[in-house]
């Protein structure tokens, strides 16, 4: 699996959340951009469950370009 799993528009920063997956050595990452809240962390969940069940050798959220993580998110 691999591509863009989920883009949302401008966020109230200005920012653009998205999330791209891609598959590495038979190990799935999820890479994450912008803002994790409220309201954008079902979007992570429903990439980021699917893909630990379908990982052949694990999964890696890398979230280097996340700008803010909400205590929601966590």
Do not use: C, K, W, Y
Request: charged letters at 20%; hydrophobic letters at 45%; zero cysteines.
């Amino acid at each position: 699996m691999t591509g863009n799993l989920g883009r949302m528009p401008d966020d109230p920063t200005g920012g653009q959340f998205e999330i791209v997956s891609d598959v590495h050595d038979a190990t799935t990452v999820i890479t994450v951009r912008g803002e994790l809240d409220l309201d954008t962390i079902p979007h992570l969940s429903a990439a980021a469950f699917p893909a630990a069940d379908a990982a052949e050798r694990g999964l890696v959220v890398d979230m280097t370009d996340v700008s803010f993580l909400s205590s929601s998110a966590i």
